[in-house]
């Protein structure tokens, strides 16, 4: 099994498809006002790097890291559920990980939700630790981020 990781630097039907399939997967365990996703149109924005994987050369998962002033974040993390335990989520992890280091980025942090749980196994097995909301999620009202789950890790 070979895992390809590909930067994507504008919108392509893989990653429309992608990020769709998320937010259909989404859709059913949380409610519109508690999903705070980035649209396709926002993902592809300078600040934003975002990778396609690929597993044998069949297109499995996404992923992207937001770089923000004093922080990353990660963004639209997606492994199709027929490839999961494959470790592509893994790979596109350690992937945004490393390119957040590049740029110098001391602190990588996530929001995801409460029933979430192989994103937040996968989180917690990469070191990442809960933390208080941050960033624009510190700022939402309160019935916003009920669902939400938030974690960090120093990476610098």
């Known amino acids: 099994m070979t895992i390809v990781l590909e930067l994507v630097e504008a919108p392509t039907d893989e990653a429309r498809a992608l990020i769709q399939e998320l937010e259909a997967e989404l859709s059913g365990l949380y409610a519109a006002e508690q999903r705070h996703g980035y649209s396709i149109e926002r993902v592809f924005q300078p ?27 990660l963004k639209r993390m997606y492994v199709r559920p027929g ?6 989520g893994q790979a596109i992890l350690a992937r945004l990980e490393e390119e957040a280091r590049r740029r110098g980025m001391r602190r990588l942090a996530l929001e995801t939700g409460d029933v979430s749980h192989v994103a937040i196994r996968l989180y917690e097995g990469a070191g990442f630790q809960a933390c208080a909301a941050f960033g624009a999620y510190a700022g939402m009202a309160p019935e916003a981020i009920e669902r939400s789950v938030f974690f960090e890790k120093q990476i610098g």
């Not at 490839?83 to 592509?88: A, E, I, S």
């Open 47 to 73: 600040n934003i790097l975002f990778f396609v994987a690929r597993l044998d050369g069949q297109v499995v998962g996404c992923g992207g890291v937001a770089i923000e002033e004093d922080f990353a974040e």
């Open 83 to 88: 490839m999961r335990g494959r470790h592509v």
